[in-house]
């Protein structure tokens, strides 16, 4: 997969990209890459891009077309923080973290906004230093282009209420057919009225202790925690096997590309990872 392949953080690298997808997980659960080979590529790959200056997307919003939004959130924030500690250990420092959820809740749930609302507020608590990726509703997109545009207008009233830094839009036509040019002005000029119009709302409503929307939080990280502590028993790669993230099951020895996965030798020396990562973490070589 693309998003975590060496080759491609060089070649983004070298014409100067801003952001590019970058997940440890995504190829694994959505593109059958051996997880083996997706793990030793995305380190590489994170050491290039921290090196680079280059901001990356994660792509834990994918989880949610799968897996239902309400029940399977904390799996979400769960690849947040791995993605995190990931990226951590290739010298990718949080300002480059473009950590992934997403606005996928069926929108006939009652309450469904401060959900979202909840979930939104609480990954950007946890991540303050993220420039956050959110991404825009699919999962419950129709031929209703009205109502399709309203939900992308309460997806963007919540991107501007928690300070998302990264803000995908969504389209009156998804689900339909390509979006055209003048259904993306529509969704550029849907977000421009609104984070113009409610810039400050974030730094001026505070939430009801032990409300909706705090509760829904809690509830979320406390499933977080009891998934991260059965992940330090049986390890990522059993957790993916048994498909714990997107209902998706991969196998270990499974998928495309193990056979390019050969172990270090004892003198295998490569200065040029050292190099990066100090240049990372110092700011200098």
Same mark, same amino acid.
């Given at each position: ?19 590019? #997808?970058? *997940? $440890? /997980?995504?190829? &694994? ?9 997706? %793990? ?109 545009? #309203?939900? *992308? $207008? /309460?997806?963007? &009233? ?9 803000? %995908? ?117």
């Amino acid at each position: 997969s693309g998003l975590c392949m060496p080759e491609i953080a060089v070649m983004g690298a070298l014409e100067g990209l801003d952001v590019m #997808l970058n *997940d $440890a /997980l995504y190829g &694994i659960l959505f593109r059958d890459i051996n997880m083996q080979r997706t %793990l030793v590529d995305q380190y590489m790959s994170r050491v290039i891009n921290g090196f680079a200056g280059v901001i990356i997307n994660t792509g834990e919003d994918n989880y949610l077309t799968t897996a239902d939004a309400v029940e399977e959130a904390h799996t979400v924030l769960a690849s947040d923080l791995i993605n995190e500690q990931l990226a951590l250990t290739a010298g990718l420092p949080a300002e480059q973290m473009g950590l992934g959820h997403a606005f996928e809740m069926d929108p006939m749930l009652e309450n469904g906004f401060l959900f979202e609302l909840a979930q939104a507020q609480m990954t950007r608590e946890i991540f303050p230093k993220a420039p956050l990726k959110y991404m825009p509703p699919t999962k419950f997109m129709t031929g209703n282009i009205f109502r399709g545009h #309203l939900q *992308d $207008a /309460l997806f963007n &009233i919540i991107g501007i209420w928690t300070s998302q830094g990264i803000q %995908l839009l969504g389209m009156p036509t998804e689900a339909i057919h390509t979006p055209f040019m003048s259904d993306r002005y529509l969704s550029i000029e849907n977000a421009k009225y609104i984070f113009s119009n409610m810039k400050n709302i974030g730094s001026e409503i505070e939430f009801k202790e032990d409300g909706i929307v705090q509760t829904r939080a809690r509830e979320v990280l406390d499933k977080t925690v009891i998934l991260l502590e059965r992940l330090k028993e049986e390890g990522l790669f059993s957790a993916l096997e048994k498909g714990i993230f997107g209902d998706v099951k991969r196998p270990m020895n499974g998928g495309k590309g193990l056979s390019g996965v050969a172990k270090k030798d004892e003198h295998y020396y490569n200065p040029t990872i050292e190099l990066m990562k100090n240049f990372n973490m110092e700011g200098k070589l």
